[in-house]
């Protein structure tokens, strides 16, 4: 813990107001030796409410992704479940939203263009990666508790359909009560992603809720509807 503490610095904390309320974002540098030094060693807790003491409070545990959030790329869904994520939040009254700069599962923003490349050749993304000799996910979660330790977040119920998350969170000593999953439509082109996200990451996809096609058409593959997984 002390170790964690000292890696640890918070920065800067000032009120942001969004389209889904008001929130309080804090500025931390974590000092992370294993990560890519491509990322950057801000991160971000975007906070409602009073959350100090609070148990089961709703927390997102969220890795960035440029492509998505900036410029509204339709491969993933990581900034539909960012949004997502707000307003839950907001509707609960309070609640965490951690951004860590972990882009590209924490490859980094050149080797997940590399990997979108061979993409565009036909393989997943898995492959892709695995042809570029990267790990698939090199994301850490350290930095995620020694934030809402900090934040002296007592438990959470975790926003997220990935159960990897939760394991790992809680393996570092947070008190996970439970999972709220984050449903989030898929389009054609984030399709396939999430299908490996699916069957191969073992994100768990609830079936048939999200497939939202403005015109469903026969022979279009909306008969197998994946909707959205966590980052
Ligand atoms: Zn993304």
Do not use: W
Request: hydrophobic share 40%; glycine share 6%; proline share 6%.
């Amino acid at each position: 813990m002390t170790t964690e503490r000292c890696r640890l610095e918070h920065l800067a904390r000032a009120p942001l107001p969004t389209r889904f309320g008001a929130f309080e974002l804090h500025v931390y540098r974590f000092d992370d030796p294993q990560a890519d030094p491509s990322l950057s060693d801000e991160h971000l807790a975007l906070v409602m409410g009073d959350v100090r003491g609070q148990s089961a409070v709703a927390v997102r545990v969220h890795s960035e992704c440029l492509t998505s959030e900036v410029f509204a790329s339709l491969k993933c869904d990581c900034k539909g479940q960012l949004e997502h994520a707000q307003a839950e939040v907001a509707r609960r009254g309070s609640g965490v939203i951690l951004y860590l700069r972990q882009e590209g599962r924490g490859i980094g923003l050149a080797n997940k263009i590399r990997a979108y490349a061979l993409q565009a050749e036909g393989a997943d993304t898995i492959e892709a990666n695995q042809r570029l000799h990267l790990p698939i996910d090199a994301r850490q979660y350290d930095v995620a508790a020694a934030i809402l330790r900090d934040l002296e977040v007592k438990s959470v119920v975790l926003m997220t359909n990935n159960p990897a998350k939760v394991d790992a969170l809680s393996a570092l000593g947070i008190v996970v009560e439970d999972r709220i999953p984050m449903l989030v439509a898929a389009n054609p082109f984030s399709q396939s992603y999430l299908e490996v996200k699916k069957k191969k990451m073992r994100h768990e996809l609830p079936s048939g809720v999200f497939n939202q096609k403005p015109e469903p058409e026969p022979n279009d593959g909306s008969e197998s509807p994946d909707p959205a997984a966590a980052h």
